[in-house]
């Protein structure tokens, strides 16, 4: 028995429960790097580019957005790595001088090829679209409009990325661009989650875009606007104003003000103590208000402010008309809204406005908002001054206006009422890049959203997490066990034994 023993102890080949042992933990490790190499495939390290220039009313921003090159196929989340503002204003405003609008891009698409990899260059599109400053130049003065493109292009094509054109959006592909826009960086469109809707206000108009289980789109077809994206079908809402940014608003509500042909104007929306002269040329410049330009006006006026909120509510609203609508319910101007729905992001001025005022958190009761705007606005234009005295002198005198315009528009206007006001989040960035319909765009145009959901990974996460966690334990446990038999061959007999 024990010559037995001893043979047995001094054999060096391994026991059958050893072969096993060794052969379970090959098996564990195989399918632990399987696993691994299915899931985790080669971070990619190198990205692409995509450029979109946003011509707007007031001025022209650039944006380059980037996304794995490898991912390219629907699956690598784009997001923006450089934004530029043009210096100076928007290019409608070059229209008798238009060779200044490719002139003012420059700077900007300097920083453009500084940003974007040279040997990626050419392969890099580059979009502008235009919004409703050239919408309105286009309806006073197309051929002027014409040249403006024309310098533009000039400009844009003799840069090294691939140029694919400049054009006027239409005011439903800005409002439904920018609600793409807001969805994707949400993640909610991939993820087929509840969607979020959308509210811009530019300078010379506004967005509302939103889905509604009141809409199908067969009350209005034109605010109607079908997507089918990972998977998800949806009927989108959207309707722009024109003339109703806050730029021209302001305009026809001065307007509104100076039917008289008067010289001097008294302004409830302006501080006490504002007095500049303007004039009635400037004033009626633009085709939202042109119309309305008296017969016999002087050169110029004196604009003098009184600081009433409540004063400069009434007069903000009566540039809304709420009397006809043919449709079973309309916003304003006989224009459909179905009921709204759901959460909103409100970005552009309304983000720029609230911000200033210190009223971005609409967990605020809408009263309270109102009653510090109206202390706001009573408080007189010098000690506005004085309390800012790094704010752009014409945005600071605005503010009074903006603010209120807001109220007015959001809650006149859309109909959001003391309850549904705090569904709206006033917003700039969404996880590093800016709200607003240039993403959306681009997105659409280089079919970076696919209609149908992509190609899950082989596991979920959760499955994935779960097998390597447990083929790891499986795997430690093994190997001590191997352990203890090669270097303890006699202490596990001992157990054996026993
Ligand atoms: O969409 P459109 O109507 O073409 O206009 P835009 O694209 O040029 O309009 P923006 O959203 O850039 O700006 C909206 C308005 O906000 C103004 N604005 C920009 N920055 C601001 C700030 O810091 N404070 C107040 N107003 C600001 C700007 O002059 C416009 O009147
Ligand atoms: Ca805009």
Redesign the pocket.
């Known amino acids: 028995m024990s010559a037995q023993r001893e043979m047995k102890e001094k054999n060096p080949w391994p026991t059958p429960v050893t072969i096993i042992i060794i052969v379970i933990g090959v098996i564990a490790i195989v399918a632990l790097v399987t696993v691994a190499v299915l899931q985790n495939k080669p971070v990619p390290q190198k990205y692409k580019y995509g450029i979109v220039l946003?011509a707007?009313?007031?001025?022209t921003?650039l944006y380059i957005y980037q996304w794995p090159a490898e991912k390219d196929n629907n699956t690598g989340r784009v997001e923006q790595t450089h934004s530029c503002k043009v210096k100076g204003k928007?290019i409608s405003s070059y229209a008798s001088e238009p060779w200044k609008a490719g002139e003012s891009l420059k700077e900007c698409m300097g920083e453009a090829e500084e940003t974007v990899p040279k040997e990626r260059a050419h392969e890099t599109p580059l979009y502008l679209g235009a919004?409703?400053?050239m919408r309105l130049l286009d309806i006073v003065n197309s051929s002027a409009s014409k040249n403006v493109f024309q310098a533009v292009e000039n400009a844009l094509r003799n840069s090294p990325f691939s140029y694919q054109g400049a054009r006027i959006l239409s005011g439903q592909e800005?409002g439904a661009f920018g609600w793409v826009t807001v969805n994707y960086l949400d993640d909610r469109l991939k993820q087929g989650l509840k969607t979020t809707g959308a509210l811009?206000?530019?300078?010379?108009?506004t967005q509302i875009s939103f889905i509604s289980n009141d809409f199908d789109g067969s009350e209005s077809p034109i605010n109607s606007v079908n997507f089918r994206l990972y998977g998800n079908d949806y009927n989108l809402y959207t309707h722009s104003f024109l003339c109703y940014?806050?730029?021209q608003a302001l305009k026809m509500v001065v307007a509104n003000h100076t039917q008289s042909g008067a010289t001097t104007v008294l302004d409830p929306c302006f501080h006490s103590g504002y007095n500049e002269t303007k004039n009635y040329s400037v004033l009626y410049d633009s085709p939202c208000v042109s119309g309305r330009k008296p017969q016999e006006v002087p050169e110029k006026f004196d604009h003098i402010g009184k600081g009433n909120f409540q004063e400069c509510q009434e007069v903000v609203k009566s540039v809304f008309n709420f009397t006809s609508c043919k449709y079973s319910r309309c916003s304003f101007n006989g224009v459909f809204q179905p009921l709204l729905q759901g959460p909103f992001g409100a970005f552009?001025?309304y983000y720029?406005?609230m911000n200033?005022l210190n009223l971005t958190d609409t967990s605020m009761p809408l009263e309270t908002v109102k009653e510090k705007l109206s202390q706001y606005c009573a408080t007189s234009w010098d000690k506005i001054k004085i309390q800012h005295p790094t704010v752009?002198v014409k945005?600071l005198a605005?503010?009074c206006f903006?603010g209120t315009y807001i109220l007015t528009l959001l809650t006149e206007g859309y109909d959001f009422t003391a309850v549904t006001y705090s569904n709206i989040k006033f917003i700039k960035k969404i996880k590093g890049s800016d709200a607003g319909w240039t993403l959306g765009y681009m997105l659409n145009l280089t079919n970076m959203i696919p209609a149908e959901a992509p190609d899950s990974p082989p596991l979920p996460h959760a499955g994935y997490v779960s097998i390597v966690t447990i083929m790891t334990i499986l795997l430690i446990g093994l190997l001590l066990l191997l352990a203890l038999r090669i270097f303890w061959p006699r202490c596990s007999k001992k157990t054996q034994i026993v």
């Open positions: 946003d707007g009313s007031s001025h921003a928007g919004t409703a400053g800005e811009d206000l530019g300078g010379a108009s940014g806050k730029d552009s001025a720029f406005v200033f752009n945005y605005e503010y903006s």
